[in-house]
């Protein structure tokens, strides 16, 4: 029913700048929210921050000031821009859309490779 792509990722230096774009397509309907997850290797997804179709956001205090959420509703896109990028921000990060009008309510993208070494 929905469908979620992602894009973006890849390798950066500690504090360098990356950005994950996701484009959710099928049917969305709102009020929704999308965000970012992420998941360490031995560690459980975790949320890094959301935003709801109305444009309110929500991070995880690890990410405050640094990161940046942010969408586009006609698209039914979302972006992160990550700044001043650390070594523990090294995970898989998913994109997620929760759809609270429709069963199942909640689906994820693939996930994307975020590695901040030096």
């Known amino acids: 029913q929905v469908q979620l792509v992602e894009s973006g990722g890849g390798l950066a230096q500690p504090g360098g700048s990356l950005r994950l774009s996701c484009a959710a397509s099928?049917?969305?309907?709102?009020?929704?929210?999308m965000g970012w997850y992420r998941q360490a290797p031995g560690k459980q997804r975790v949320l890094v921050a959301t935003?709801?179709?109305?444009?309110?956001?929500n991070y995880a205090d690890s990410v405050k000031g640094r990161f940046t959420i942010s969408r586009d509703n006609a698209k039914n896109t979302v972006t992160l821009q990550m700044n001043s990028l650390k070594p523990e921000d090294t995970a898989v990060y998913y994109c997620s859309i929760v759809i609270p009008s429709i069963k199942p309510n909640t689906y994820w993208g693939q996930g994307t490779q975020v590695t901040v070494s030096s």
């Open positions: 935003i709801t179709s109305g444009g309110l956001t």
């Open positions: 099928g049917s969305i309907f709102s009020p929704n929210f």
